[in-house]
């Protein structure tokens, strides 16, 4: 359905749980205090109920994140759930965006449910490094997980979030390896969402830094490459690969945005730049199937204009972390 501003909204991210086994330390701090109660974490079956009112609003594409999506227990009942949707048409793609800890494990099954394209995180090629950046993450352990999805045949899109002074130096590395193994790439401007310990304008670096360097060593031309997510596409003259650049600060893209999203304990935002939600807990206690719908369709609507992001300034976001809302 359309917003108020005329733009066709038709993609939600469901953030199935907050918790993760990394603690990326631009996405939450090390002791988050922050976490959603376990007792208010909706339900495998409630989740379900709300994806089915956004279905029947032309909700089209799903894209489940979280936190860890691959640790949330119940996560394969509700993937086959999405999958008999697509197998209905009721959907056009399953998506999944994951840190890749836990992907040797889902990779087979993921396939099978028609989880064909999947983003993986991972900020740094340097094993000690991806562990500081991640808190003591396994850099094989990832490796591993993607290689598998891959030899399955999921596309693999790698997200790297730009962190100045820290993996500034891996672009070029990043962008032979991602074209040696035919994966498309990503880079992400960091962004003010949540009070971490480090001052953002210190993390921040423009993802024009990475086009420059790219443009510099491989040569970048404009690709008609297109999905429904906000990358800018590009192909690289002189390796194969398709590379993106997401710019929510330098040059945000809310006048195309598409999407909505839904954290685990049933709050739906229409903008993760927003601090305004909708919580549905109480349509789903009261089995308001019909009213749930309506106040779906009233967020769709209503979604703001635009966020308000200035890397200089405290974040207007405090105690909401990526890992609620997910990306
Ligand atoms: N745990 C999964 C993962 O890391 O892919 C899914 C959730 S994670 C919150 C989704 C994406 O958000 C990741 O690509 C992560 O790098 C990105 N992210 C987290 N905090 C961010 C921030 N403050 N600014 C920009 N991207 C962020
Ligand atoms: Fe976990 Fe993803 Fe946040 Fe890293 S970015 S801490 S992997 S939710």
Redesign the pocket.
């Known amino acids: 359905m359309l917003d108020s501003f005329g733009r066709k909204i038709n993609y939600v991210r469901v953030?199935v749980t907050d918790r993760?086994d990394?603690r990326?330390d631009?996405?939450?701090p090390l002791d988050n205090k922050n976490f959603i109660k376990k007792k208010e974490i909706l339900t495998i079956q409630n989740l379900i109920t709300i994806s089915k009112g956004l279905i029947y609003l032309g909700i089209k594409k799903f894209r489940i994140?979280?936190?860890?999506?691959l640790i949330r227990k119940g996560i394969r009942d509700y993937i086959e759930f999405l999958n008999t949707q697509k197998n209905k048409k009721n959907l056009e793609e399953i998506l999944l965006?994951?840190?890749?800890t836990q992907l040797s494990n889902y990779a087979e099954f993921l396939f099978k449910n028609n989880v064909k394209r999947i983003?993986?995180?991972l900020?740094s090629l340097d094993s000690n490094k991806f562990s500081l950046i991640t808190n003591g993450g396994l850099l094989t352990n990832v490796l591993k997980g993607i290689k598998k999805a891959s030899d399955l045949g999921i596309k693999i899109k790698i997200?790297?979030?730009l962190l100045k002074d820290v993996n500034d130096d891996e672009i070029i590395d990043m962008v032979k390896w991602c074209s040696s193994n035919n994966f498309k790439l990503s880079f992400?401007?960091?962004?003010?969402?949540?009070d971490?310990l480090k001052k953002?304008k210190d993390q921040y670096l423009s993802v024009e830094f990475a086009k420059k360097i790219i443009n510099q060593n491989f040569g970048l031309i404009k690709s008609n490459h297109k999905t429904s997510g906000p990358s800018k596409y590009f192909e690289c003259k002189d390796v194969k690969l398709i590379v993106g650049f997401i710019s929510?600060i330098s040059n945000h893209f809310c006048s195309t945005c598409n999407r909505l999203r839904v954290t685990s304990n049933g709050k739906v935002f229409p903008c993760l730049g927003d601090n305004g939600s909708k919580d549905l807990v109480p349509y789903l206690k009261a089995g308001q199937e019909i009213q749930l719908r309506k106040i779906l369709s009233n967020v769709i609507f209503n979604k703001p204009e635009k966020h308000y992001f200035d890397i200089n300034k405290k974040s207007y976001i405090k105690e909401r972390?990526?890992?609620t809302?997910?990306?």
Do not use: A, H, K, Q
């Open positions: 953030s993760c990394l990326c631009y996405c939450m994140t979280g936190g860890e999506p965006t994951t840190n890749g983003n993986v995180s900020d997200n790297t979030v992400i401007e960091v962004m003010p969402i949540g971490t953002r929510p972390f990526m890992n809302t997910g990306g």
